[in-house]
């Protein structure tokens, strides 16, 4: 279903597209649960299209419970965290909230050069 919005989105159709993206994350929340890794790319899938759709404010609601989520499964380090992060940013950035969004930008290249850093380390 997810496979089909994203076409239907690719195609122009994003009320429909983002209608059964609505369907694809209840019925993962209902199946899977709410803190399913799934059922969170889902989430963040719909929030792209709800931007998308000019729902920023909704959008970032979305982005803010996929973010929460991810920091308090996998950690603030995790490059899915850091990728919310970033996504966020970006919604926020929609929102005209700069001061905020430049902040966790500023955040996101911190955390991707500590992560860079320590491989580097690793590796040597």
Known sequence: MNNLAVTLEDQGQLNEAAKM????????????GEEHPDTISAMNNLAVTLRDQGQIDEAAKMKKEVLEKRRRILGEEHPDTIRAMNNLAGTLKDQGQLNEAAKMLEEVVEK???IHTLEEQRRI
């Not at 993206?21 to 899977?32: N, P, T």
Request: no cysteine.
């Open 21 to 32: 993206k609505k369907e694809v994350v209840e019925k993962m929340k209902r199946i899977l």
């Open 112 to 114: 991707r050069r500590r």
